[in-house]
């Protein structure tokens, strides 16, 4: 049976989500982004954008996943999600994610503070939490998830999980790859990260062979080690770094994303052909391209090789 196989972009920003026009076009909402395969759905992270990506939870699909990189505040605002308060799917949207995610969760809609509705109330969640640490290989009809721990402030190492999902199609495994706000290089103080080999390392082979990664792409080298020293230890990365890492992992297309607040749509582009640049004298065979609002990537039966099959909605 062929597997419909789409990626799509609702949430592109990092830390805060930017709301005036000078960031459109790149995107305003944070981390929120669908992997549908066939009649099953996967929100990967819950920022501000999943209100938008809850329209693609149609009668269609069947089966539904929300998948948590980890708890922080872009990353999980679902409160006004109304699929997250009632939908079709029998069992619910099922939950992955780390401890810190669970935590995060109890405490956001605690049904006082934060958000007003308890957690118990949200009706179309499942009330099951499947808990990750990173290294884990889960077996779905559809694909096979495998995870990553990534080091994240505060908690350090399993901080954030990365996810890679292996579909199987008529032509062979797709693999779609998402991972977000991990940090290679340095502990928070600017302090030298001791098992920077050691996770690199790692990372290259969990994404090894990826015909789509979605990363964390926040900072530029020249942010990270001249202009705004101070990120160091933030728990994100720089663009030119995933290149880096991608070229050694053979990775045919990154789709750079958690856009930098301070990054509106002018300096993106410009940022845009800086990555292009280096790529290439990289000798980087994949391609590269920044996540954009509304961005679809249908992989189909076929693996995507270059940007030129992306689509923006209208």
Not at 25 to 42: N, P
Not at 66 to 83: E, I, R, T, V, Y
Not at 130 to 149: F, K, P
Not at 254 to 276: A, K, Q
């Amino acid at each position: 049976m062929e597997n419909n196989i789409e990626l799509k972009i609702w949430g592109t920003r990092g830390s805060v989500p930017c709301g005036s026009a000078e960031f459109m076009k790149f995107g305003g909402d944070t981390s929120s982004y669908t992997l549908q395969i066939g009649d099953v759905l996967r929100f990967l992270d819950a920022g501000t954008g999943i209100t938008r990506a809850s329209q693609k939870l149609t009668p269609e699909i069947n089966r539904a996943y929300l998948n948590l990189s980890h708890g922080h505040a872009d990353h999980l605002n679902m409160g006004c999600a109304g699929s997250m308060y009632f939908n079709n799917l029998e069992n619910g949207i099922y939950i992955t994610g780390n401890e810190n995610a669970k935590n995060s969760l109890d405490k956001f809609f605690d049904g006082k503070d934060l958000w007003p509705v308890p957690l118990s109330q949200l009706g179309g969640l499942n009330k099951s939490f499947h808990l990750l640490e990173g290294g884990e290989t889960v077996q779905y009809s559809d694909s096979e998830m495998q995870t990553l721990a990534n080091y994240h402030p505060p908690k350090g190492m399993g901080g954030s999980i990365g996810y890679r999902f292996n579909i199987p199609t008529a032509d062979g495994n797709v693999s779609v790859v998402y991972t977000t706000d991990m940090e290679f290089d340095y502990t928070p103080g600017g302090i030298v990260q001791p098992k920077s080999a050691e996770m690199k390392s790692a990372y290259v082979d969990f994404i090894r062979g990826a015909d789509i990664l979605l990363a964390d792409t926040q900072n530029t080298n020249e942010e990270y080690n001249v202009t705004t020293k101070f990120v160091r230890g933030f728990g994100h990365p720089t663009v030119e770094q995933i290149v880096d890492l991608a070229n050694e992992a053979d990775v045919k297309t990154i789709i750079g994303t958690h856009h930098s607040p301070s990054h509106n749509d002018e300096l993106m582009s410009s940022l845009e052909t800086h990555v292009r640049d280096y790529a290439t004298g990289e000798g980087f065979r994949g391609d590269f391209v920044y996540a954009r609002d509304g961005m679809t990537i249908s992989l189909g039966n076929t693996p995507l090789k270059r940007a030129g099959s992306y689509e923006l909605a209208a």
